[in-house]
């Protein structure tokens, strides 16, 4: 069965750096687009970044491009977020999902669990 | 970049049918995805491209989109629907593209 799961999330004062991983299994990753969305306590969905199967495009919301890193290692079945320069308003429950089809505007079928990022001094 | 509006709260009373909308410029000529979020869970996909429900989302679900305006219509309201609702749409039309997400609808089951 699909599965994908984060790791990596935690404690980082401001300025900090951390990375997110998403460990993906029971499917070909190859051929998946995937993103990662966030959301911050209580509030709602935030779409942060988007990588295409082979990772050949990218994109990211403006409110993290210049300070996050998305990637994956095909190899590896992994996705990853760098995430650098972090800020008060970056805590959030980090998600990464994943595309149903490989085809643009296609909608998330499968999502991890989450994990937690949290930038406080 | 695109904009997209949900009412923040819905109730409905069981037995009923609930609509919830999602309102953007020119919405109709956008693929539309849904998502139900309930209380430390992540989101799952309820409807697709409009009007698609994935393998064992209940027939009770149904989406609509036309002109400026999505709909997820969720029919014969049980207590378990009790949940956050997610618009979102792929926004092609600026510079740097990306997905967008409305704003979330809380439905309360009266």
């Known amino acids: 069965q699909v599965q994908l799961v984060e790791s990596g999330g935690g404690l980082v004062k401001p300025g900090g750096s951390l990375r997110l991983s998403c460990a993906a299994s029971?499917?070909?990753?190859?051929?998946?687009?995937m993103s990662w969305i966030r959301q911050a306590p209580g509030k709602g969905l935030e779409w942060v970044s988007y990588?295409?199967?082979?990772?050949?495009?990218?994109y990211y919301a403006d409110s993290v491009k210049g300070r996050f890193t998305i990637s994956r290692d095909n190899a590896k079945n992994s996705l990853y977020l760098q995430m650098n320069s972090l800020r008060a308003e970056d805590t959030a429950v980090y998600y990464c999902a994943r595309e149903k089809y490989s085809s643009s505007s296609s909608p998330f079928d499968y999502w991890g669990q989450g994990t937690l990022v949290t930038v406080s001094s | 970049s695109y904009v997209l509006t949900q009412p923040p709260s819905v109730s409905v009373a069981p037995g009923k049918t609930a609509r919830i909308t999602c309102g953007g410029n020119?919405?109709?000529?956008?693929?539309v995805h849904w998502y139900q979020q309930k209380p430390g869970q992540a989101p799952v996909l309820v409807i697709y491209?409009?009007?698609d429900r994935p393998s064992g989302i209940p027939e009770r679900f149904s989406g609509s989109n036309s002109g400026n305006t999505a709909t997820l219509t969720i029919s014969r309201v049980e207590a378990g629907d009790e949940a956050d609702y997610y618009c979102q749409v792929w926004d092609s039309s600026s510079d740097h593209p990306g997905w967008v997400f409305g704003g979330g609808t809380k439905l309360t089951v009266l």
């Open positions: 020119n919405i109709g000529s956008k693929s």
């Open positions: 491209y409009d009007s």
């Open positions: 990588i295409s199967s082979s990772g050949s495009t990218i």
């Open positions: 029971g499917f070909t990753f190859s051929d998946y687009y």
